[in-house]
């Protein structure tokens, strides 16, 4: 345990609590991927914040840019994993990604329609990108917001509770932007 644990709440119910507000209040595959980026993301910052962070940049107290390096890799992987092998294969085919419970991320962004106008009225469908191309788009906004969250500090709260409510946000806010209805 922490020292921090030991006159407070243990670190194990701050994950519970942000995982159960993840997985209640969003779509999901929004609070699944939140979820997996606390686990992947911020075991990776911390190890690699251990490992090389005494020689780089302190993003904040005890928080380093190595660690936050690590935190946005390893988010791009495993939302690209996720979005990319584990929601197709075990999700379309079998009916788990259709009608209420279909997911917030359908393999396509589209830019806002005050964008497209700002843009010289371009068509939804030239202003829409898929595939690997909206897999990539999609992983790498996933691996910038776990990065930014797990460097966070709000209100002296856990990050086991914060990161996934901010990734569930982030990511939520990015899909409702380009492409959720």
Known sequence: MRETEVDGYNGVVWYL???WTVLRFFPKDIGVLSVLLLSWCDTAASTF???WGRY???VRRGKSLAGSIAAMLVGVGTA???YGWIAPKFGS???YDTGDNAFAFQGSLTLPAKAREM???ISANKATISGPIALAAMSVWAGFVASASEAVDLFGWDDNFTIPVFCGMGLWSFLKAFGYA
């Open 49 to 51: 914040g251990r490992l």
């Open 17 to 19: 609590l942000g995982a």
């Open 56 to 58: 780089t940049w302190k």
């Open 119 to 121: 843009l010289g009225g």
């Open 80 to 82: 690209a994993m996720f």
């Open 93 to 95: 085919p079998r009916g």
